[in-house]
């Protein structure tokens, strides 16, 4: 296939709708896509050597059997008990994050927002008066993170009016567009020069437009794909990179590395290396702490200059937690973000624990348990 000239992908939302699936993968499947929604397109399909069992952007996208074990919480960081108005999460005091959108180009089968996808979850708002309105009435919110589902997903109509009423806001600085189109569908960008218009609008010298793209491998950076992250930077928008580390898709070191260089390369500085969240249904794709840590080390080794800016953190509930090291048998946490300020940098010991796959396995030993049995018989060998 042709990647630059597909021109617009197709969605699709069903498994009947793969080719590359036989008849009896499908049934094993079906259950598991009517558990936690399926869709993708033709475009990211053709990026899935169907040869390989274990292809990482087939892993990424197509539903595994194991989902269906009991594991996991919904509503892994507690995203609720930070939601002021509809629509509106604000945990830590300069950032508001506002969900407003539940669609994105294909479904991440690690998404620790699937929740929004089922059909009776009413979190996202299309009205987002009452959140505008709540950020208007907090001066330390400086930043504000557009995510949900993927806000470039949406019409540029749409997005623009949302920027345009945040843009208002004197207090809001900086503009944040998490989205994963870039890997998902690049002709998102490559087809709509409106898009690109409308961000040099609102990108401002002083109040800049940041795009948070999510590339968990260095095979989603295809031509089409670099093409549409360099029409972002051309539009002043500028380019960082978050993702989780997953089981199966990017859990060695040498694809760390090769995706922070090439994406260092492009303009796009790798900014959060996430450790995946207990969601549910994502026991195949956790990797344990202490596992996750050493390959993000043994990858920034490899690396030099912004490429090794990354941060290896876990989403946790009480703030955000970076994995700082391991010493004489004891890791080592230190709150990067934290709802209280007083809690930011607070250093966190624990004895090791191989199998341990969240904070909560450390804090609570005796009581709480997302430990990855397979992976720690790996790291302790
Ligand atoms: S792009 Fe983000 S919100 Fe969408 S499915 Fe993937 S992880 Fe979830």
Known sequence: MDLVNIGRPRYVNKLDQVKGLSEQERQQLQPVAEKFAFRTNDYYQSLIDWNDPDDPIRRIVMPDVQEMEEFGELDASDEHSYTRVKGLEHKYGDTALLLVNNVCGAYCRFCFRKRLFTDDNDEVTSDITDAVEYIRQHPEINNVLLSGGDPMIMSTAKLGRIIQQLRDIDHVRIIRIGTKMTAFDPYRILNDPSLLEMLSQYSLPDRKIFVMAHF?????????????LQLLQKAGAITVNQSPLIRGVNDKPEIIAELFGRLSFNGVVPYYLFICRPTLGNEPYMVPVEKAFEIFE?????LAGLAKNARLCMSHRTGKVEVLGKLDGKIVFRYHRAPDPVDCGRVMIFDSDPAAAWLDDYLKPESVS???KTQAQTVSA
């Open 216 to 228: 968990n491998h260095p095979r989603e950076l295809t031509e089409p794909a670099l093409k549409g």
């Open 298 to 302: 043994e990858a920034r080794r490899r």
């Open 370 to 372: 997302y430990r990855v």
